[in-house]
Nanobody, 117 residues
């Protein structure tokens, strides 16, 4: 399975961005797609997830501003980010887990999001 992330860029505080991540290859029905982010000098953190059944979950600090969705026909997951803040600056990675107990995982290459004040 390969993941291709896109949509990052440089924006000003308060603006919006939508990230996309397209998955290709053999994707099994039972899966979860997620977005993580890693800021300089910090650990990678989970931003949001969406299961193959459509259930979503978010990091508490982002649930009011971010929305995750997926297009099943295109095997693509999106992250709509609104009211961006400088502290949202990070490399954003998409992740796909599948299999029993989500034992298999694949990562995208990351897309840079920079928010200027």
């Amino acid at each position: 399975v390969q993941l291709q992330a896109s949509g990052g860029g440089l924006v000003q505080a308060g603006e919006s961005l939508r990230l996309s991540c397209a998955a290709s290859g053999s994707i099994f029905n039972n899966n979860v797609m997620s977005w993580y982010r890693q800021a300089p000098g910090k650990q990678r953190e989970l931003v949001a997830s969406i299961t193959s059944g459509g259930s979503t979950s978010y990091a508490d600090s982002m649930k009011a501003r971010f929305a995750i969705s997926r297009d099943y026909a295109k095997n693509t997951v999106y992250l709509q980010m609104n009211s961006l803040k400088p502290e949202d600056t990070a490399v954003y990675y998409c992740n796909l887990k599948w299999g029993v107990l989500y034992r298999y995982a694949s990562w995208g290459q990351g897309t840079q999001v920079t928010v200027s004040s």
